[in-house]
């Protein structure tokens, strides 16, 4: 039987959404918990999908409840899933991202949240010296029509320290994070065919992890960093 997201989903976290208040959601955590195990399968089976391409050590499927210690917004539940896959580390880099939640929001994601800073420096040093290969990468067409172009994310406002503002791979310098994301609507993620589109698109990923990941394993030599 083929695994697919359950309209369940959809339809807990549209009431959740209108009352999301311990005693309506404890009323109703054995509704969730049986809906949460149905998800928990769709990760899984994308988790596997991914190995058949690429190296996946680790699948962390974030908890419902909100840390709301820090946040102006005090509602104690989050109104989706998420969930990470992890390559294996340190010889691979990057990881992918699935975040499944109802009006239209769900979507994937893939690259570099927040690279540590010697790796942001790093990436930022390849760009300044050779900036052509990712270039070639994100101009060709099998890739963008399914990620983009450019990478989306945090940037500094005009060049970080120490580089140059009028260096030509500027724009590529100046991110902070390099990542890409897909959006899904309610219908597609609800479709049969929604695994195999989002398996498709991470494997269509690989030629920037595959060089992110020699940038990030290699200094500027290109002498390997790992032993």
Do not use: C
Not at 41 to 65: A, E, G, M, P, W
Not at 127 to 149: H, P, V, Y
Not at 179 to 194: M, N, R
């Amino acid at each position: 039987m083929s695994v697919t997201v359950p309209k369940a989903a959809f339809d807990f976290f549209k009431k959740l959404e209108k009352n999301n208040n311990r005693d309506w959601f404890n009323e109703r955590k054995k509704e969730f918990k049986s809906i949460e195990a149905e998800v928990k399968q769709v990760y899984n089976s994308i988790f596997d999908t991914l190995n058949t391409h690429d190296d996946i050590d680790k699948l962390k499927l974030f908890r419902i409840y909100r840390d709301v210690r820090f946040s102006k917004n005090k509602l104690p539940y989050k109104t989706h899933f998420g969930g990470s896959f992890h390559r294996t580390k340190p010889k691979l880099r990057g990881g992918y991202y699935l975040h499944i939640q109802p009006n239209n929001e769900s979507f994937i994601a893939t690259g570099f949240w927040e690279p540590n800073p010697a790796d942001l420096l790093r990436i930022r040093k390849e760009f300044e010296m050779d900036d052509s290969e990712i270039r070639e990468i994100l101009s060709n067409k099998d890739f963008n029509t399914i990620w983009g172009d450019t990478f989306i994310g945090d940037e500094v406002k005009t060049a970080p320290k120490g580089f140059n503002k009028a260096h030509k791979a500027i724009d590529l310098i100046k991110k902070k994070q390099y990542i890409f994301t897909k959006k899904y609507t309610d219908k597609e993620v609800l479709a049969s065919g929604f695994l195999e589109d989002v398996g498709a698109s991470f494997k269509a990923v690989r030629p920037y992890f595959d060089y992110m990941s020699e940038v990030l394993t290699t200094d500027l030599n290109g002498v390997s960093l790992i032993e």
